[in-house]
């Protein structure tokens, strides 16, 4: 059995807890946010260059929409959104059942050296995924994703479509 949790680590268990079950709530249901990205303030790098969809491109909006309950919605908007959104709410939900209960549910370090193993390969799996993706965006069944105006996308967007006919 795990020792008890310290005070100090309770206290850090559900203040995560409520941060992540807050955060998604107020997510799904405040006016839409302006939603920081890792990359610059203007957005994704690679959309703004080439006005095509990494393989992250429409996560955002597809997070929101799941969370909204619009599945059909966040599922063409990008299927990563479901596993991302569910792995926030188990974070949120075993960090409050850990705080709660004051024993770890989990042994986090561990948890930390299985992400570091399998981390490349999640990394080629977000790679591979992001060429379907890519394709849909391009064929126009998810034609938001792009930016037409950008000529890269629009040339690539034309010629497939020529292609196809």
Known sequence: MNPPLLRRQRQIRLSTAALVLLGLTAFAFLPRLAVPTPTLPGGCVFHRVTGLPCALCGGTR???ALLQGDVSRAWKLNPLALPAVAALLALGVV???EG????PLLDW??????LRIWAPFLVLG????????????LRGTNSELLDLKNPIARTLHEGLRKAEK
């Open 62 to 64: 597809a997070a929101r």
């Open 126 to 137: 977000l790679l591979l995924w992001w060429f379907p993706h890519l394709w849909r965006a």
């Open 100 to 103: 709660l209960r004051g024993r």
């Open 95 to 97: 960090c409050a059942w």
């Open 109 to 114: 370090p561990r948890q930390g050296e299985r």
